[in-house]
């Protein structure tokens, strides 16, 4: 073995794998991007009051023109559904929600895109092995939560009933 050798080996030996990683994070914080989180929020609370003020307005009107209020919510929530949807398939949500963050994610609208857009991104895979196996990629953990935690409180809210 050459002299080298030895004192690359020597080196690699006395630089831990820890240390490595330390000096890796320490070098790419300094290109990471800061977020705003004051202006994020903002922009959150208003794009997602946004969708909510004319969700309630819309319901408002279709109640004034003689539908129950509950079928006035049905009907808003149903399309919301179908403009998150229709916006998805055009790619005009993501540009929507990379602006508004959560603001636009979390309510019924960012479930409507988590459905579609697994769907439109595996469609040349075909019906059943890329849309019917891929639409509920990202969809199908928040349902089984959603439901297994609903399942939980109503037996809890059940057991507390027969007490």
Known sequence: MSEDTKDFQDINKAVSKEDVAKAYGKYSEQFTPKPNYLA???KAFLVGGGVCTAAYFAAGRLAAAGLS??????YVTIGLVMIAQLLTGIGIFDKIAKFAGAGVIV??????????????????????LGIGAKMFSVAGPVLVCGIGSATVVGLIKWIIGLL
């Open 69 to 74: 209020q509950r079928n006035a919510e049905t």
């Open 107 to 128: 309510p019924i609208t960012g479930f409507a895109n988590s459905m579609v857009a697994p769907a439109i991104e595996y469609k040349k895979e075909g019906w059943v």
């Open 40 to 42: 994020n929020c903002l």
